[in-house]
Each structure stands twice: as C-alpha cells, then as structure tokens.
C-alpha cells in the first residue's frame, strides 16, 4: 500500500492551479479566495508555507514561474480581468538574523476586458516574454524590454480568435534550429458547438514581425480545459498533450522544405477515454516521455508511449481506494496491460471520509 | 424545507442538519434511512453484499423507518437541534402542523401527536416550513390566503401547551401577513430573529420576528419559490420562478444581483452549504443536477456563473430532487422520479503538475493537496526514463570511460554498444583496423567500404577443408572482411589451432557451451564442437544428444541426415544450436537461416556472414539489417554504422522512441570528433537539451565535467577582462594577445623585479602600465594580486573569547584559487573570494563600511548548492 503525501494548503476555496518553478524547489498555489501561496521544500522533502498574500480582487486561475535567469519572479492572472507580475524581494533580517522574503507586485497588466484564463512565460530563448488568454478570445503577447526593470511591459502583440480561450502554451525551443518560428498553441472551452475547432496554432512571422493564427486543428471539437507542449528533448517532432472531453496527445512534424502554408504535419499520436468524462489538467515530466492527467473521475492517469504506441502505466486515486481491477490474467507480451493500481492516501479522519 | 407543488405526489429527499448519516424521503410516505460505508476493504468476503438500498459504489442506505400516517402532507423540515434524535415537523394541506419522530421514544415525545396551527374554520395550505437553524424551538410555517389570517406564523414549542386539534388552538409565537399569501420562507443563521418569506406571488420580504414593522428590506420580484439563503454567508439568497434562477445580496434587496435563465422550468435550488459560491440546480424532467459557480470580482458589478452539469447515477432517468450534505463537502442525494436514489460526490476539478523534480502534485477536495515522488515506491513502476538518466548522470555516467559505463546500464543493448566501443577502441588503437580523423570509431560497414556507396572491393574465394572430416565449403576472405571479423571480436587467427582451443577453453568457463560449439563448427571443427558439447552434458544433459547428431554429419546434400537435421532443427530452443544445424543443412549460398537467427548477437552473425557470403550477398545482407535496426531505433546498429554520419538518422530514432537524451548525447561525445559536433546543429541541439535537463536538476558539477569533455580540444576564447581603472588598459600582461612579444616581456620582467624574495610568483599588486595601486581586498585590506592569507577559525566553544585563547589558524596552502579575487557588480566592491564567503556566511550586508547593498543575497540561485 503506498501512501501520496499530504500539504494542507491552507487556502479557503478551491484550489485552481499549483505550478513549480525551475528547479522543482518551490511551489505557488492558486485559489478562489484571491490568494496565492508559496511553498519552499526543505532538504526533507517537505513543503513550508513561505508566502501568502491576496493578489487579485477575483478568482485567481493560474500561476506560472519565470526562469530563475530573471529572479524570482511568478506571474498570476485572475477573473478580475487582470494579470499580474511579482517578484520576491530580499527584506529586513528579524532578531534571529535569518532573511525576511516578501512578495510585491511588480506590473499589473489591464489590457483585457473580460476573465483572463491563462498565462505563461515563453521560453528563456526570448527574453523575458509573456502571453496571455482572456475569455473573450484575446491572446496578448508582453515583452519586458529591459529584464532589469521588472516594471515595464509593454503590449506586443494581440491576437483575436473570437471563440473563449481557456488555456494557452508555448512550444518550448532550446534553439531555433528547428522551429524556425516561435509558436503558442491556444484552447477553447466553448460549450456552444462541437464542430467548430478548438485547438489554434499561433505563430510568430519574421518577415512580418507578427503573430497571428496560422492553423486550428478540427480534430479537436470538444471544449479544451487544458493544452501542454512537451519538453522537445531533442526529438525530431513536438507533442502537444489535449486535456478535452478526453485526453488527447498530437504530434506535430516538422515537414521538410515546405514552401508555404503550416510547414507541419498534425497527426492524433494517441487518445484515450479511461478517465470516462472530461478531462481538466495534462502535465508532462521532464523529459517529455509520460504524461499525467486529472479528471472529473477523480483519478489521476499516468501514460506512457513505448516505441510509437502509448498505453496507461498507472494510475492514482486520490482517495485511496483502489478502482476495480480490469484484467487480472497476464496476457501474451504483445498486448501487455501494464496497468498497476495504487491505493494512495490513508485518510486519516476516518469520520470525514469522501464518499463518491 | 420542502414543498408540495400542485397534487402531482412529489418525491423528495433531505439530509438531517445533525447526523451525518441519515436523511428522509418523503414522496407517498416518509421514510427515514441510514447511510452505511459498504467500501470493501482487501480480503473481504463477496459474501458481504450490501442489504438494503445501494446508493453508489461504496454506500448503500438502510430504511430506519416509514411513517404513514399522515395524509396530505405539503412540506417537511427536520429538527436542526444538535444531539437529538429526527423528528420532522411536517405541514399539511389543512395548515396544520404535525411532528413525526417515526415511534421513537425521544426526549421530545412531549410533541408527539401535537397539532400546530390555524384554527379549522380557517384552514387552508401550509406552503413552507421551516425550524430556526439557530432557536430550535421557533417553527416557521407559511400559510396560504386567507382574507382574515396570516400567513406567516412562527410558533414556539416550548411554550405552546399539549392541545388537542379540536378545542382552540394555541397563539403563535409571531404572526404576520393578514390576507395574503406565503410561498416561501427562509430564515437568516447569522441573524436568528430574521425571516426571509416570499409573499403574493411579487414580494420577498425580510421580517425581524421581534418587531414586524420594522420590515425595510423588501423587493418586487416575480420570483417566490425556494427561497434559500446560503450557509456560509448569509447575504447569498436566492430564488427562483418558471425559467429563471435570481440571487440577491440582502444587503441591497431592492434589485437581484443576477438573474441565471435556465432552458427548462426550474424546480428546485440549493447553495452548497461547504463550498462557498456554488448554487446547485434542479429543472423540470432532466437528468442532470445543474452547478453555478460563482464568480465575482470586486470591481465588477454583476457576477458570472462558470456551469457544470452533474449525472449522478446512470443519467438516464429524469430526477425529481436533490439536496447537499450539510458537512461533507461537495455531496448530494439525488432522487429520480421513480424513486431510485442516488449518493453522488462532485469532484472538483482537479489541478495537477509535474515538477522537474519528479514530484507530481494534485488537489485533494477543496483544502488539501498530494503529492508523490521518485522517491516514493510507486514511482518507479511508471518507467520514467527521467529517474534512470538521473540515477546514471550521478554515477557520472559518460564521464567515465566505456567500460565503466557499461557498467552503469541495466539495458543489455546500451551494454552492448558500450562494450562494442571498448573492443573498438583497443582495435584501432592496436592499428589492426585503420580509422579516418573524421570516423574514429569505423563501424562494419565503414571497414567493409559499403557506407561510401560504392560497391565492397572483391574477395577472394576460397574453399576451405574441414579440419576433421570430409567437405569442403565455400569462404571468402580479403581484409575488408578481415578487420570487420576483429571489429566482431573474431580476431583470432582462424587457421591457428592453439587460439581456436584457448577461445573454446574461454567459452566453456562461462558456460556457453553451446556457443562455443557453434564458433567451432563456423570453424570447420567437428571434432571440437563435439567435444565442447560433451563437456556442457554435465550440466544440460542433452547436448549430449546433439552431440551424438553432430557426429552423423555427412556433407553428402541429400543424405538421410540432412533431411533429418533440417526438420528437427525446429525444435531446437538454443539459438546457436539452431544456428549450426542450419548452416549444416542449408541447401543454398545464403545461409539465411543462420542469418535470420535473432537469438545470436549481432557481431557473431555479422562474422559468420562475413566469412560464408559472397561479395553481394555480404552487401546485400548489411545493408537489409542495418536498416531494420535504424527503422526500430535500435542502437545495436551502431555496430554497422560507427561514428560515421550514418549514425545520426539511428540515434534520431532512438532519441524519438526512447527519450533517452543522455546516451545520445553521451555517445555524440565519446565517439564523433568535436569539430564535426560542433558544427552539426543536430548534435548540438541534443547536446544542450541534456546539459539544460542537468541544470534543472541542479547537478551542476556533474555538468561543468560534462562541458570539459565536450570542449576538450578548444577552450573558449577569454571575454571578460579587467581593466585598470586609471589607465584603462588590462592588468593581466600575458592575456593580451595583441600586444607585441618584446612588449610584453619588458612587463614581464617588471613584474619579476617586483616581486620580493626573487620568487617566481607573479605578485604585482599595481598596474602594469602605469604602476597605479590596485583595488585592496575589503576584509583583509591586501591588493589584488596577493595570495590570501589563511582565514582564522574561531573554536566552537559557545563561549566568551579571552584575548588569547581560541583562534586557530586553518590548514589552508597558498594555491592559485588563493590569488582569485571576486567583485559584486551592484556596490563594486569585493576582495579575495574565501574572504568574501566567509563574511557572507555571518552576515547580510557588504562588508564596506557605508554600503548596504545585500550582495550575496541579490541571486537567488546562489542559495541553492550543487547537488
């Protein structure tokens, strides 16, 4: 029996998003009740509360870390139509001599006019560069001219896609070799339809020195909550992880020599219904070979491709029952169900038990 | 709180407000039931089913008991007094007002068969009722019109006397509300005294039970029915009427705060009393529970409604109502029309993340979060290629030479490769095989000369004799195949007996008899491989057999023999047994049978080919199983390719299927020459994904090794310089690459001369050009230039320090870090870089007098050590 472990995170409403920062040392959560937190871990492994301070007058939806290159820096959006930068600032040391750390805001960035469900930091390769979703469909691109002045950020670029976005993500590039343009990929949680695309590439133009819309992949028709690209890891093609009405991962390939339109082939690598009902949330590890993904089951799923064909390797309940066995009987090695089952999380108020 | 609407019987269900586990239906009759935990733990019995209702996977419900003896009943509320039994106070389509406690002997049994309400001549339909969350004695009940009754009345059942229904009933405790009509009501918990009633079918009205006048709060709105005001804040209300769904804020009645219009008629709302902001809905004939999250930001005038819809059960069967636990969060009874109840949990969205330190985090319910790590057990059974490449990377794995890396891996093929490399490096270096600047590491096809294209230098054929017995077969040899057969590891001399006996001696110490059999028999030794049969009978008594087959051959191609061996040869589950039997047998040149045997490692099969096929056939064969293993990704074909650029499409593949970025970029390393590496994009692209992973991992030693290996020929041009302040030009005289030899000397020398004692170290403690003094160290006050002394080490005492006690003086030698001078680039100011360390170890300022800058604390990666 393994036990996941616990943090009480303190916050008094749902929690929305919990991001970690470059090196896997700290953690920021975000909630409803307009807070977010900070949380070091320590040399056992255990995670302290740091920081704690009400950062927008509205749900906060997401959070997301800086590269360590330009400090300690995260960057919050809420439903209060703003985004928000924030840097940790060295403060007085108390009577015990240790060093007291704050959080303050740097920049606040007002553009939108309606929620804004998403923000990120492009890759390191770009400088300090931001993009941003609102709920009316509105990608803004902000770049921080000098990344010593925190302050100033400049709106780049706007892109309008007319249909609510929920999620965006970068494509990460270690270098421009391959991915000659820089490239964001947009989500729609639109409930109105299920036939129009809702998954949109957006990519930087040198010559035009804009961004814009440059490809919606009509494979995806169902509300999109979540969207991740892969770390590339040197691989020839990009995965891009769909947290939908299912999960869904894409394989984008670069085709050589294309002279004109979307110089990428998009095919379905891989789809999966286990989760039985939407998905919310993909992360994938650090090398970009498994994917984890969290459902409205209450299960977390754990894939896995080996040699071109991916299958489940796991999968965790977050209450520690173990769900119902699917195949018990090892069957030949061509279709290995390498499925185990993990009974997590011993609860320890029995009397508060989580009925489903 | 419920209400009968029209004569439709209506079902409904309610969670009792003090015991977690039993709740009522109430439809035809009233049933009370208990909830019991049917989750079965490991090791229990299938006998165990689960009496009574199942209410989902892991619940199942009880009855307690069913009461029918009430007839038209209207609406149900259960008594909220902690540590009481149920009692229901239920009204009826008369207006009255009867307490049900399902035959219970309970301390309340005074109310038992007490009849609460109007008198007869004026009786009419109770609509709501509801008991005060806060003052369990005080019932609230809304009555329908009556031109000369009212229709709210608050009763006290303390104080009210045990009457009998026929006689004149007691006073109210509080009435209001003459001739018009109550449809529902609500009280406030914050506010015990306060009543919320909707009236007429157009008001809704806040009602302070002590004094009735005072009823400011009022509002004109169409929507009367459910009035529900939410737990956790008591502003929250909300109402609703035919397709609309309002909420207000009782602060400021007078107008909704939003209004939620629904497709269907609505038919009942509830807020979630543990989560705050979420109003669950019910609408006419659908399967599904609707949830409004709502959200609200300060500055905005009117809130949003993020929408979910729930199924609880099978979501096919049209549900009639619903209602939250009170403390359980986030969990609802359903019952459908027919009757079929339903316990549901509404999972929050779950947020997840994946930290680059292995840790995947996810929320638990509202408050909590969990997470597990690869340091946890169940981690290791996700095959997370990160973990494996973490674990090689600090055992310096690709620092180390080939056959330490070997070592690290449990994957047989990366062993393989890495052995492969040692062979070969130990063959080209013995000069046997020659090698090309640009190719270091030759693969088979290199040495064959197929990688260029052009077709393989001709062979000569040669038929050789067996050793010890009758036949001839057909050989090929030239050196081409010759240094192919050393890259195999057959680079014995073939014809030498003494070194054919020693491999075969080799080869039975470790047990692979049958391997050695199949080495002599590619030999052409019979009588060899029959005897190294012999010996492994001992251990697997039927190479005896095999043995005694052996010795049957007869190279005749038709003999019984041969037919024999060819069938039975399928049964064979050795590989190289197998593999012999079928090159005695094979009928033609080609030998695919022997070629086509996978459970023989490469090189062996690449030998074998190398000396039985033809110059086509030998062309044809690599080529075919190269790129079977380039279009798998395997790495064995390293063998075939070597450090040509052949190898990059294969380990391309490789990287794509595997992910393993660390041995691709390990092996780029160790066997292409830097100059190609650094000119290849490809190569560096994965070179610098492996050294930014490292990164994240904060193995940063581990990195800086890897970095040296990599620039092992060229180090990086310098590009930081120090300049004197007052000159402007370099201190360092030998950095210098543009000055003039003789020029340089003269500043040599100057230097020389200025260093005490004659010695040779360069200690110059001004500019060289123009002789200014240069910066003095902060702590120690010494110039740039001087070596650092050693720093005293206080004694760790804890107590006072005389004047002459504890001051040690540390073992450190004078080394060329010694002299290394280090500066902050936001004060300037700086000094030998022990000292400066030191300082910053105790304190948090610069240690220059006047100059607060926090140095050592302005990078924050600086708090982080290697790992």
């Known amino acids: 029996m393994v036990e996941a472990h616990s943090i009480n995170a303190e916050h008094k409403d749902l929690i929305h998003d919990v991001a970690f920062d470059y090196y896997g040392e700290r953690m920021a959560t975000c909630s409803t009740d307009q807070f977010v937190k900070v949380w070091d871990q320590d040399e056992q492994g255990n995670w302290n509360l740091t920081a704690s301070w009400k950062a927008h007058s509205g749900s906060v939806w997401k959070v997301t870390w800086a590269h360590p290159e330009f400090g300690q820096v995260i960057a919050t959006c809420s439903f209060d139509r703003t985004a928000a930068i924030w840097e940790e600032i060295m403060g007085e040391s108390n009577e015990n001599g240790t060093l007291l750390r704050h959080w303050v805001r740097r920049a606040n960035l007002v553009d939108s006019r309606t929620s804004v469900t998403d923000v990120k930091f492009g890759p390191k390769s770009f400088g300090l560069i931001l993009a941003t979703c609102s709920a009316d469909g509105v990608m803004r691109i902000y770049e921080a001219p000098d990344a010593m002045n925190l302050a100033q950020w400049p709106l780049q670029h706007e892109v309008s896609l007319k249909v609510p976005s929920s999620c965006l993500t970068w494509n990460p590039l270690l270098s421009t070799f391959r991915m000659p343009n820089a490239m964001i990929a947009v989500g729609s949680d639109d409930n109105s339809n299920t036939t129009n695309s809702k998954v949109f590439i957006c990519e930087y133009n040198e010559v035009s020195r804009r961004w814009a819309k440059t490809e919606s992949v009509n494979s995806v028709a169902h509300p999109v909550h979540d969207m991740i690209f892969a770390p590339n890891m040197g691989r020839s093609f990009y995965l891009l992880a769909i947290a939908t009405n299912n999960v869904r991962i894409l394989k984008l390939k670069p085709i050589v020599d294309a002279t004109s339109g979307f110089p990428y082939t998009i095919e379905t690598a891989a789809q999966f219904n286990d989760h039985f009902c939407t998905v919310w949330r993909v992360a994938w590890n650090i090398t970009g070979t498994v994917l984890a993904s969290s459902g409205d089951d209450g299960c977390v799923r754990l894939w896995k491709s080996t040699v071109d064909t991916w299958k489940c390797v796991g999968v965790l309940k977050r209450d520690g029952k173990l769900p119902q066995p699917q195949s018990k009987k090892t069957q030949s090695t061509a279709q290995n169900n390498l499925t185990r089952f993990f009974k997590l999380g011993q609860i320890t108020h029995p009397s508060e038990v989580h009925w489903h | ?725 007052y000159c402007g030009k370099n201190i360092c005289p030998a950095a210098d690459e543009k000055e003039k030899d003789n020029e340089k000397e003269t500043k040599v020398l100057r230097i020389k001369d200025q260093s005490e004692n004659g010695s040779n170290n360069f200690k110059f403690t001004s500019c060289p050009n123009c002789q200014s003094p240069l910066p003095r160290c902060a702590l120690c006050l010494a110039h740039l230039g001087t070596a650092s002394a050693k720093v005293p080490l206080r004694k760790t005492s804890g107590k006072q320090l005389t004047s002459n006690s504890s001051y040690v003086l540390t073992g450190q030698s004078v080394n060329s870090f010694s002299y290394w001078f280090s500066w902050c680039p936001t004060c300037n100011h700086g000094g030998h870089s022990n000292h400066i360390s030191d300082w910053f170890k105790n304190h948090l300022e610069c240690p220059v007098a006047d100059c607060v800058c926090r140095c050592y604390s302005l990078d924050s990666t600086s708090r982080y050590c290697s790992v």
């Open chain 2, 1 to 725: 709180m419920f209400v009968s609407r029209g004569d439709v019987p209506k079902l409904e269900v309610q969670w009792s407000p003090v015991h977690k586990n039993k709740f009522i239906t109430w439809g035809p009759d009233i049933r009370m039931y208990e909830v019991i935990n049917t989750a079965t733990s490991e090791g229990s019995k299938s006998s165990d089913i689960p009496k009574g209702l199942v209410l989902s996977s892991n619940t199942s419900a009880n009855l307690l008991a069913t009461s029918t003896n009430h007839r038209y009943v209207k609406c149900i509320d259960i008594y909220p007094k902690p540590e009481s039994e149920i009692m229901l106070a239920i009204g009826h389509a008369n207006g009255k007002v009867t307490f049900c406690t399902f035959g219970l002997a309970t301390v309340n049994n005074t109310l038992a068969g007490l009849e609460l309400g109007p008198n007869s001549r004026f009786s009419r339909q109770c609509n709501a009722i509801s008991w005060n969350p806060v003052n369990y004695n005080l019932l609230a009940c809304g009555l329908d019109r009556h031109r000369s009754d009212q229709c709210v009345q608050v009763w006290d059942v303390e104080k009210s006397p045990l009457i009998n229904a026929e006689l004149s009933p007691g006073k109210p405790f509080f009435d209001y509300g003459t001739g018009e009509t109550a449809h529902s009501l609500a009280w406030f918990n914050s506010s015990p005294h306060v009543l919320a009633v909707s009236c007429n079918g157009k008001t809704i009205r806040c009602i302070d039970i002590r004094d009735a006048s005072k009823s400011t709060n009022v509002t004109q709105t169409r929507a009367v029915y459910g009035i529900n005001i939410a737990v956790y804040n008591n502003n929250h209300i909300v109402s609703y009427c035919d397709n609309s769904i309002v909420l207000w804020d009782s602060r400021h009645l007078e107008k909704p705060v939003v209004t939620l219009t629904q497709s269907k008629s609505v038919s009942k709302v509830q807020w979630c009393p543990t989560r705050h902001n979420l109003l669950g809905s019910l609408q006419k004939d659908t399967m599904a529970i609707s949830l409004h999250d709502m959200q609200q930001s300060m500055d905005e005038a009117e809130p949003s409604a993020l929408e979910r819809t729930v199924h609880p059960g099978q979501g096919n069967i049209h549900l009639a109502s619903f209602s939250w636990h009170p403390t359980h969060e986030n969990r609802l009874l359903a019952i459908s029309q027919t009757g079929v109840l339903n316990d549901y949990f509404v999972f929050e969205r779950m947020t997840l993340n994946w930290s680059t330190k292995s840790s995947i985090a996810w929320t638990y319910g509202q408050h909590n979060l969990k997470y597990i790590s690869d340091k946890d057990l169940v981690y290791s059974s996700f095959e997370d290629i990160s973990t494996t490449i973490k674990m090689r990377a600090f055992s310096q794995y690709g620092i180390k030479d080939f056959a330490e890396n070997a070592k690290l891996v449990d994957d047989p093929i990366i062993k393989n490769v890495w052995n492969w490399l040692d062979l070969n490096r130990k063959v080209t270096r013995a000069g046997i095989v020659p090698t090309t600047p640009n190719v270091p590491f030759p693969g088979i096809k290199t040495v064959l000369g197929l990688d260029s294209g052009s077709p393989m230098p001709k062979s000569e054929l040669k038929h050789v004799q067996w050793v010890d017995i009758q036949g001839t077969v057909k050989t090929y040899r030239s050196s081409a195949r010759d240094n192919a057969l050393f890259l195999c590891d057959w680079g014995f001399d073939r014809t030498n007996a003494l070194h054919i006996s020693a491999l075969l001696r080799k080869l039975e110490n470790e047990n692979s008899h049958t391997r050695a059999a199949s080495i002599a028999i590619f030999n052409l030794r019979m009588r060899d491989a029959i005897e190294t049969l012999n010996k492994g009978a001992n251990q697997q008594p039927n190479l005896s057999m095999i043995a005694m087959a052996l010795s049957g051959y007869s190279p005749d191609k038709y003999s019984m023999w041969r037919e024999l061996c060819s069938r039975t040869r399928e049964k064979l589950t050795d590989p190289y047994l197998r593999a012999a039997f079928a090159f005695l047998t094979s009928e033609t040149e080609s030998h695919d049978a022997v070629l086509n045997e996978v459970g023989i490692p490469l090189e062996d099969r690449i030998a074998f080919a190398s000396i039985f096929l033809s110059d086509v056939k030998l062309t044809e064969y690599i080529n075919t199983i190269t790129d079977k293993l380039l279009d798998q990704g395997n790495l064995t074909a390293i063998f075939l390719t070597g450090s040509s650029p052949d190898v990059v499409p294969l380990l391309q593949r490789y990287l794509d299927s595997t992910g393993d970025i660390q041995t691709v970029s390990i092996l780029v390393l160790k066997t292409i020459p830097s100059e190609i590496v650094h000119e290849n994009a490809v190569m560096m692209s994965w070179i610098n994904s492996y050294r930014e992973m490292l990164n994240q991992w904060r193995m940063w030693h581990i990195r800086a090794k890897f970095d040296i290996a990599l620039k092992a020929v060229k180090p990086p041009p310098q590009n930081v310089f120090l300049t004197c302040n």
